[in-house]
C-alpha cells in the first residue's frame, strides 16, 4: 500500500509502498479515504526539538482520518466489513486507574496514532476496535475525516457552560474556528475571535463570531466596551499556544470565570496569579476528546443543525501531499484534506 512515511530522523517524508498492516483478534482493518492534516503532523514533518524527542522513525503519520472497514479480527462483533468510520487517536493501556474507571481519556499511558504507532497516512490503518467509532446516518465524509480535531474543539468549548455567556476564542486556527462555530450552536451571547491572520479573521465571521480582532492591533478591553460589556468574559477557550494571547484573555476574564486551554505552548507562560486568585478564575487544560462523549456530543450536534464545513478550505489527492502540508502550514488555510481514493 501507498504510505507517507517520516523514514530517518531528520526534515522531509516519503510516499513508500509498505506492507498493509497485519490485524490481532480485537482489531479492525479501515481502508482510508480521507484525512486531515494536523499541526503534529507538521511539527513531524519539519523534525522540530518536540519530534525528534518524540518520535521513533520509521513512522507513518497521520490520526485525522475517516474510512472504510474491510476486515475485523475474529473477536470483534460489532464492526463489519464496509462500515464508515473514524478512529479515536489515543490507544490507552486499559489497566491504570483511570482507565479501569472508564475515564479513559485520562490514561497516563495512552500512544498516539501517527505518533507511537503507525497512522493514518496510508491506504490502510490498523486500530483496536475500542478506538473506532462508527459515523452516525447523514454525516458528511469530509466532516468525519475531521472527528479528531473537531472534538478538541467540543472538548475544550464544552468545558464551562455557554449558554447566555461571552466567550472569547484566542486562536482561529481549525480548532478554533471550529469551536467557534461550536460555542454559537451551544447558545453563547457574545464571540469575540482574537486571532493575527487576515484569512482566519474572516473564516472565523462565518463560523459564527460576533467579532473578531486582531490582538496586534487592538486591545481586548477596548472591544468589551465596544460591545458593551462590563464585567469581562465568562468563558475564553485558549486555542492558540501563545503566551500573550493567555495573558490577554486572563486580564479580560470576569470574576468566576472559566478559562480551557488547549493550545499548546512552545516553553513556559509567566502569568499573575493575583488575577487567578482575586477573580476567582478556574483554569483547566484539555487533552484530546473524552473517549466516547465528546464523540456523541460531535454527532449529535452536526444532526441538530451544526455546520463546520467551512473550516475546511483546502483538497489535494494524497500524490500531492508536499503541496497539502505546504497549504497547511502557510495559516492561509483552515484545515486541509488530503484523498487517499483511486
Ligand atoms: P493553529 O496553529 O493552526 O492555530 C493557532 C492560531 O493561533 C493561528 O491561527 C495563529 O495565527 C493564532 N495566534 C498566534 N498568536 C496569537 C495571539 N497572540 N492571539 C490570538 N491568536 C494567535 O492550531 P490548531 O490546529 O487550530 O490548534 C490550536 C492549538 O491547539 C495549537 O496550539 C495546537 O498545538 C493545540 N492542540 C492541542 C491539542 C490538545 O489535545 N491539547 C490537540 C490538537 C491541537
Ligand atoms: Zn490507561
Not at 499548546?264 to 478564575?281: A, Q, R, S, Y
Amino acid at each position: 500500500m501507498w504510505a507517507l512515511v517520516k523514514t530517518r530522523p531528520a526534515a522531509g517524508l516519503e510516499l513508500c509502498e509498505v506492507p498493509r498492516p497485519e490485524i490481532g483478534i480485537n482489531d479492525v482493518l479501515i481502508q482510508v479515504r480521507k484525512t486531515g492534516i494536523c499541526g503534529t503532523d507538521l511539527h513531524i514533518e519539519s523534525w522540530d526539538p518536540w519530534a525528534a524527542r518524540t518520535i521513533r522513525t520509521p513512522l507513518i503519520l497521520g490520526h485525522e482520518f475517516v474510512g472504510e472497514i474491510v476486515e475485523v479480527g475474529s473477536n470483534v462483533s460489532d464492526f463489519h466489513p464496509g462500515d464508515l468510520v473514524s478512529g479515536e487517536g489515543h490507544v490507552v493501556c486499559g489497566r491504570c486507574r483511570h482507565c479501569l474507571a472508564g475515564r479513559r481519556h485520562l490514561c497516563a499511558n495512552s500512544i498516539g496514532l501517527g505518533v507511537g504507532r503507525d497512522g493514518a497516512f496510508a491506504e490502510y490503518v490498523a486500530l483496536p476496535m475500542t478506538n473506532v467509532w462508527h459515523h452516525g446516518p447523514g454525516i458528511d465524509e469530509e466532516v468525519a475525516a475531521i472527528f479528531d480535531p473537531f472534538g478538541n474543539a467540543v472538548h475544550t468549548a464544552l468545558a464551562f457552560p455557554v449558554l447566555g455567556e461571552d466567550v472569547l476564542v484566542s486562536g482561529a486556527g481549525p480548532i478554533g474556528l471550529m469551536a467557534t462555530a461550536v460555542v454559537r450552536h451551544a447558545g453563547a451571547r457574545f464571540i469575540v475571535v482574537s486571532e493575527p491572520n487576515a484569512y482566519r479573521r474572516e473564516l472565523a465571521g462565518r463560523m459564527g463570531a460576533t467579532l473578531v480582532v486582531d490582538p496586534l492591533a487592538r486591545d481586548l478591553h477596548d472591544v468589551q466596551a465596544e460591545l458593551g460589556m462590563v464585567e469581562g468574559f465568562d468563558v475564553a477557550l485558549e486555542m492558540s499556544g501563545n503566551a500573550a494571547a493567555l495573558r490577554s484573555a486572563i486580564a479580560n476574564m470576569a470574576h468566576g470565570g472559566g478559562v480551557a486551554i488547549l493550545g499548546i505552548p512552545t516553553g513556559e507562560i509567566p502569568i499573575d496569579v493575583n488575577e487567578i486568585v482575586f477573580k476567582m478564575l478556574t483554569l483547566r487544560g484539555i487533552y484530546g476528546r473524552e473517549m466516547y462523549e465528546t464523540w456523541y456530543k460531535m454527532t449529535v450536534m452536526l444532526q441538530s443543525g451544526l455546520d463546520i464545513r467551512p473550516v475546511i478550505t483546502h483538497r489535494f489527492p494524497f500524490r500531492e501531499y508536499e503541496a497539502a502540508f505546504a497549504a497547511a502550514r502557510s495559516g492561509d488555510s483552515g484545515k486541509v484534506i488530503m484523498n487517499w481514493q483511486g
